[in-house]
């Protein structure tokens, strides 16, 4: 269980509270090189965190010596980030803009080489979210189409991840995505204007 509450500022800087110690300031801060803000972070582990930014800048830090591990660049601003202990990998999702399409990205955790992009895969708008299916080899993902839809990873074909289904639930975007802890068959999504429940067996 991670013991860092996390935050991210426009600014770029981030900061981690270790849970485990009393105090309003916090135990490691990140600033950036450059003036970019940061969109999105996920822990990794208690030594690890992930962190995506609105240049598509993706960087692994190391919590214990406040540095950069390893950075890699997508073509658009990262909305969103996941990380999967069955598969070892990490899924980004990230805007449209006028010169490239939305994508979803998955990435080796150790290496941080690109497994599979997947363009087009909400036609012409933003993938807010991205979320792995606890304890399986799958994840969904949603978008500002009001659509979620849901993959299924194997590794021994070709065509890495595959889609299952795409849905359409409301005529606002989808800007968030969880699955509820204790009964990972549940899973949470808010759109810009209310909250759905959603049964995913």
């Known amino acids: 269980m991670l013991r860092l509450y996390l935050m ?3 600014d770029g800087i981030i900061a ?11 135990s490691i801060v990140f600033e950036p090189n450059d003036d970019v803000e940061a969109w999105s972070m996920k822990g990794i582990d ?4 992930i962190a995506g930014f609105g240049n598509g800048l993706l960087q692994i830090f190391d919590t214990r010596t406040s540095s950069a591990l390893v950075s890699h660049t997508l073509e658009t601003g990262i909305c969103s980030l996941d990380t ?6 990490i899924l980004a999702t990230t805007v449209i803009s ?3 399409e939305a994508s979803i990205c998955l990435i080796e955790q150790n290496s941080f080489n690109i497994i599979d992009t997947i363009k087009g895969a909400h036609m012409d708008t933003t993938i807010w979210s991205g979320r792995f299916v606890p304890q399986k080899n799958s994840f969904v993902s949603c978008s500002g189409n009001g659509d979620i839809s849901k993959w299924n990873i ?3 074909r070709e065509e890495y991840a595959q889609n299952i289904y795409n849905n359409f639930y409301s005529n606002n975007p989808i800007i968030s995505m969880e699955y509820e802890t204790d009964q990972p068959s549940i899973l949470y999504a808010q759109s810009t204007d209310k909250l759905f429940v959603i049964y995913d067996e």
């Open 98 to 100: 006028p010169e490239h």
């Open 154 to 156: 194997d590794p021994t």
């Open 46 to 49: 208690i030594n690890q965190l």
């Open 8 to 10: 991210y500022r426009d």
């Open 84 to 89: 999967s202990p069955i598969t070892r990998s």
């Open 16 to 26: 981690c509270w270790d849970i485990r110690t009393k105090g309003v300031h916090p």
